[in-house]
Every structure is written in C-alpha cells, then in structure tokens.
C-alpha cells in the first residue's frame, strides 16, 4: 500500500494506492492522519479508487480515524470506491450514517466549499 496525499483549496485528499489491510498498514494510515490534523488539515478526502482491496480492519482505521477528525472539528468523506469496496461499507451500513461517499474525488472535495452548501 502506498499514500499520496495532495492538497486541494478546501480539503486534503488522501489516496490510498494498493490493498489496504488494516493490521499491517492501519497505524500508518492513522499516523498519516494523525500528522494532518496536528498540521490543522481536518477536512479530508479518502480517495479509494486506486483501492486494490479492503479489509474490516482497514475500515476500523478508517473509523478511528474519523473520530479523531471529528473530535477536532474535521471530517472524513470518502471518493471513487469500487462497487466491491463500497458493498463491503453498505454491508457493514456505514454509509450514510458514518461516512459520505462521492462518486469522484472532485465531488467530495467541492463538498467542503462553504459557498456551494450555501448556494
């Protein structure tokens, strides 16, 4: 698993790369958010369409992680799963209630414009 991150005008997107498996690369995943918030970057993207696979321990470092954004005022929204992936939070009934999904990264970050919600 490789992650990229890049910043956008109203959101940081992190785009997770490979299989994310959450007992080997979840403590990275959650540094690296853990390093954003600290630098006062809480509105994130989790970019998962170069998501090979994903497994329920990456979605508890997934959650975890929103958590955390949440506690400091942030948030998590999450961009271009694949049908396989997305089945897996629609089974576990995270989306809507936990996260946001967005067709593509684009969307999401336009999401946290402050002018488009009140538009």
């Not at 369409?49 to 994903?54: H, N």
């Amino acid at each position: 698993m490789k992650i990229q991150t890049t910043e956008h005008y109203h959101a940081t997107v992190v785009s997770i790369h490979g299989r994310f498996l959450g007992s080997i690369e979840g403590p990275t995943f959650k540094q690296t958010i853990t390093d954003l918030k600290d630098a006062g970057k809480t509105s994130l993207v989790v970019d998962l369409s170069p998501t090979d696979f994903m497994d329920s321990t990456a979605i508890g470092a997934l959650i975890g992680s929103l958590t955390t954004l949440r506690k400091a005022g942030g948030d998590i929204r999450l961009a271009g799963m694949e049908k396989r992936i997305k089945n897996l939070f629609l089974l576990t009934r995270l989306l809507g209630p936990v996260f946001v999904d967005y067709e593509t990264v684009a969307e999401a970050v336009a999401s946290y414009d402050p002018e488009a919600v009140s538009a």
